[in-house]
Structures are given as C-alpha cells and as structure tokens.
C-alpha cells in the first residue's frame, strides 16, 4: 500500500513539465522539484487512501442481501461497481483528479444499498438506464484500449450518471446524461 502510494504520489508529479526537460541542469532542477514535494503529496494521498479504505469496509458488509435472494442482481451490481473502483492497486493506478471523487462515490454506493433494499424495482429500473455503459467498458477493461483517454473520461462519467441516478443529491462534478455517454460510447465504436 505503501508503495502504491509513493509510486501514484510520483506520477502525479511528473505527469507534467517533463517536456522543459533538456539538460542536466534542468533535470537537476526537476529532481530537487520534486523530491521537496513527494512526501507532501504522498500525504495527501494517504489521507485520501484512508478515508476511501474505510468507506469501503463500511460498504463491503452491506452487500449480503437481508433476505436469501433479496435484492441480489441489484447488491451484485453494486458489488461489480465497487470492484471496478478499487480493484488491487487502484491507489496507484487512478488519476489524482479521478481518486479525489471515490468518498463521494462510496456514499453514492452506500445510500444506493441503502435504498434498494426498500425498492429494489425501482433500483432495477434506474441500473437498467446504466447497463449499455456498464458492459462494454467491461469489455474494454480486458484491452489495451481501455487506458485511451476516451475510455477513461467514459469510465468516470459513468460514474457521474451513476451519482445522477442513485444518489442524486450528492451532485455531480460535471454534467451527465445517459445520451451523452451513448454518444460517447458511439465516438468510441462500443
């Protein structure tokens, strides 16, 4: 973990200004950059490494369904969402700018299960509105093209619908629609 966090903090420093990067001197200068700022952001992190953890196990135990085959394609649903967001080494594979919206998609998870459990039909309905996204980026997930910039901004704008349909509430980063993600999807030949 720690390690995944240092290395995300790195990347996130050098994920610009390599391109003044021309000499030695600039190199050296680069270096100093960032070895002054690599323990400051791997704090951050940490800090945001923590509080995306604990939401998790907070969430992991809601997903047994109360009642034997109560709910269960819709907590298996949620269960597929919360993999996808935090499969092993996620800390160190998320873009910063997409790692620092997991807390609100957690509680976008947990006051989805929250609700689903009281109507499950009305849960079935909205995760329909989200299943012609959801399977290809599962297929591309398998590719070397799921890392395309183009995969990756659907990937989060699913996200987004998804706070949009289940916890709508918490607001979104930016605006979202199921045409819009179609439309993309359709950019994308998906």
């Not at 100093?32 to 992991?60: H, N, P, Y």
Request: aromatic residues 6%; without cysteine; hydrophobic residues 45%.
């Amino acid at each position: 973990l720690s390690e995944d966090l240092v290395a995300a903090a790195l990347n996130a420093l050098l994920e610009t200004g390599l391109e003044h990067v021309r000499d030695r001197a600039a190199f050296d200068v680069r270096l100093a950059d960032v070895g002054k700022r690599l323990f400051a952001e791997a704090m951050q992190r940490l800090a945001l490494a923590e509080t995306i953890l604990e939401k998790v196990a907070q969430i992991r135990p809601q997903l047994e369904s109360p009642l034997m085959g109560w709910a269960r394609a819709n907590l298996d649903d949620v269960a597929s969402q919360l993999h996808g967001l935090t499969p092993p080494g996620f800390l160190r594979e998320t873009p910063g700018h997409a790692l620092s919206h997991f807390p609100r998609y957690l509680d976008g998870i947990a006051r989805r299960i929250e609700r689903l459990l009281r109507d499950p039909s009305r849960d079935q309905a909205r995760m329909l509105e989200i299943a012609p996204f959801t399977a290809p980026l599962e297929s591309a997930r398998a590719t070397p093209t799921y890392r395309d910039p183009r995969w990756q901004a659907l990937r989060w704008e699913l996200e987004e619908l998804r706070i949009s349909l289940f916890a709508q509430e918490l607001g979104t980063a930016m605006p979202v629609s199921a045409k819009r993600l179609a439309k993309r999807l359709g950019e994308l030949g998906g």
